[in-house]
T-cell receptor, first 114, second 111 residues
Framework: AQSVTQLDSQVPVFEEAPVELRCNYSSSVSVYLFWYVQYPNQGLQLLLKYLSGSTLVKGINGFEAEFNKSQTSFHLRKPSVHISDTAEYFCAVSEVDSSYKLIFGSGTRLLVRP | EADIYQTPRYLVIGTGKKITLECSQTMGHDKMYWYQQDPGMELHLIHYSYGVNSTEKGDLSSESTVSRIRTEHFPLTLESARPSHTSQYLC??????????FGQGTRLTVV
């Protein structure tokens, strides 16, 4: 079975500062990794994904993440955040099979202050 | 942009009523899912489908049922709503190469 840990429930940061949202996972099999963003009263939007290949993945809105297999981590980063980045961010994994069923972390609320 | 739609967006209903949450996608995806999300919490898979006439229960036990008669349609039904069913329900479909796409969700309140 897989599990996902997002240790930071909330990350406050000032506008234009860099940010890192941490994600660690546990799995006995190979996994795909995802980051989703959820704005208030909305569904989830895919930010980026790691399926295979290069461990540095670039996504939408200037976000990127790096897959570290030895540390079982998939941290999300952005060099300069905007007020509009304030949202809930979810890390998720799925087994490398055909199901694409997602296991989610508990989420990290990014709060960008002016 | 993903083309996956959920209706209604918000629903307030009395205890004991039967409800159906609608989910449709126009992308031709075979795989579809229902996730449940309580306020401020992570999402949990409650149902999924690999294609027409295929439905499976997810990791989180749910009293709801689903059907998949058409590829594009994956409705979720609660035969008798209870306050414990109050939650947000998110529908998703997946493409093997691009991951899962989510609808905007249905926020259900049972009073």
């Amino acid at each position: 079975a897989q599990s996902v840990t997002q240790l930071d429930s909330q990350v406050p940061v000032f506008e234009e500062a860099p940010v890192e949202l941490r994600c660690n996972y546990s799995s006995s099999v190979s996994v795909y990794l995802f980051w989703y963003v959820q704005y208030p009263n909305q569904g989830l939007q895919l930010l980026l994904k790691y399926l295979s290949g290069s461990t540095l993945v670039k996504g939408i809105n200037g976000f990127e993440a790096e897959f570290n297999k030895s540390q079982t981590s998939f941290h999300l980063r952005k060099p300069s955040v905007h007020i509009s980045d304030t949202a809930e961010y979810f890390c998720a994994v799925s087994e490398v099979d055909s199901s694409y069923k997602l296991i989610f972390g508990s989420g990290t609320r990014l709060l960008v202050r002016p | 942009e993903a083309d996956i739609y959920q209706t209604p967006r918000y629903l307030v209903i009395g205890t004991g009523k039967k409800i159906t949450l609608e989910c449709s996608q126009t992308m031709g995806h075979d795989k579809m899912y229902w996730y449940q999300q309580d306020p401020g919490m992570e999402l949990h898979l409650i149902h999924y489908s690999y294609g027409v006439n295929s439905t499976e229960k997810g990791d989180l036990s749910s009293e709801s049922t689903v059907s998949r008669i058409r590829t594009e349609h994956f409705p979720l039904t609660l035969e008798s709503a209870r306050p414990s069913h109050t939650s947000q329900y998110l529908c998703a479909s997946s493409d093997q190469n691009r991951g899962s796409f989510f609808g905007q969700g249905t926020r259900l309140t049972v009073v």
